[in-house]
């Protein structure tokens, strides 16, 4: 569907993004960035930063001169501010990340709880680490980038912050933002590009610490240059990928185990590190339960992310669709197709799809997109099939449905995962109650939106 402008002055609003800096920004190519569900639809420009610009943003860099107390009545003032200007945040994040309504509120919520957390928790004693470096992802573009700016301002840091290269015009919204709430400009600058400058962000002698989500590999990469350039004990503070497994056994119950999985595997188009990728279903419940998974499946609704209707939307881009596309196309070579719905010709959709493996030794690499991959056991297989889970060295997330309470023990005593949930869908967190983050190659700790995420980002922060 076209977006209907004529309806709505925002969404004919072109935004446009340049690196804010302290000091003057280097003259840069500008580009467009476009709707991943309406490629016609120019949502706005940006002008990338350059590595002088990475230079330049270090030199003018200071910590955050205020007290406490002042820092948190800005802080909220910021969190103010972004509720304040619900709608063209919640426009930009349909339009430039393509993402539905619901998943819009969502995330504004969740960026705004970000800030008055951490506002709360702003430590009274501590000393700031210095210039912290905040690198952030498409999937999440307003709430994992608030996130991480408002934990390393909350902690008095200079931030140099690097929103995803999808997705710089809601990060440039949000910076403006945060300045006109009070944030020194010196105390909070903005850098758009690619993994160029990310790179050259985590290489300067300067950087005071890392908070970085995305891959696995480029966390890996980031390590590596901060253990060539920084100082040593230099904190990186590292989300990633995972690959995450649920267990439906023959006792639960199979409405709500359907209804967990749909949310948790297509929710966000799959586009969520949480999400679940691969499902164990026990044997002699598998044949009629798949019926019931892929009938629920067909009820999902694909389409433009700003109608009300849509339950799933356009993945980020075009290089995503394809690298999905390609295993799908991979999946029905080899006749593990179980299930897929009919796929929109324009903009870059993928559908929900079920793909059959033996378990999770199976999957080589974490598949960003509404891809669900089953496997069936049999009884008296569980401890096996966790040590299999356990293997693949990731520890994300982890859903278990079963009405056998001892099981629920054994399980949580075996599994290596951040986050697991039980006889529920396996999605998120909730900032101050439910920290978010995973072990293992999905992450270094602590856990976002959790009492213990802001002593990394001060010098006298914990162990590295
Ligand atoms: P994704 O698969 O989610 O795009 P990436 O790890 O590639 O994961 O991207 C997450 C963030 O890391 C983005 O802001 C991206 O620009 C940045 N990035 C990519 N490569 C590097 C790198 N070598 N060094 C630092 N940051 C990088």
Known sequence: AAIDAARDPLRRTIWNAKPLLATDVSAGAVHNVTNPADPSDVVGTVQPATPDDVTAAFDAAQIWDATTSERAVILNKAADALEAQFAPLFVLLAREAGKTLPD???????????????????????????????????????????????????????????????????????????????????????????????????????????????????????RSNLAQHAAPGTPLIAETGGLNAMIVDSTALPEQAVTAIIESAFQSVGQRCSALRCLYVQEDIAPAFITMLTGAMDALVLGAPWDLSTDVGPVIDETARQGIADHIATARAEGRLLHALPTPQTGTYIAPTLISVNGIEDMTREIFGPVLHIATFKSGHMHRILQDINATGYGLTFGLHTRIDDRVQFVSDRILAGNVYVNRNQIGAIVGSQPFGGTGLSGTGPKAGGPDYLLRFSASGEAH
């Open 104 to 222: 819009c509120v969502a995330e504004l919520r969740e960026a705004v709880d970000f800030l008055r957390y951490y506002a709360a928790q702003a430590p009274f004693e501590a000393k700031p680490a210095g210039t912290y470096v905040c690198i952030s992802p498409w999937n999440f573009p307003l709430a994992i980038f608030t996130g991480q700016v408002a934990a390393a301002l909350a902690a008095g840091n200079a931030v140099l912050a690097k929103p995803a290269e999808q997705t710089p015009l809601i990060a440039h919204l949000a910076v403006t933002l945060m300045h006109e709430a009070g944030v020194p400009a010196h105390a909070l600058q903005l850098l758009p590009g690619g993994g160029d400058i990310g790179a050259a962000l985590t290489s300067d002698a300067r950087v005071g610490g890392v908070a970085f989500t995305g891959s696995t590999a480029t966390a890996l990469k980031i």
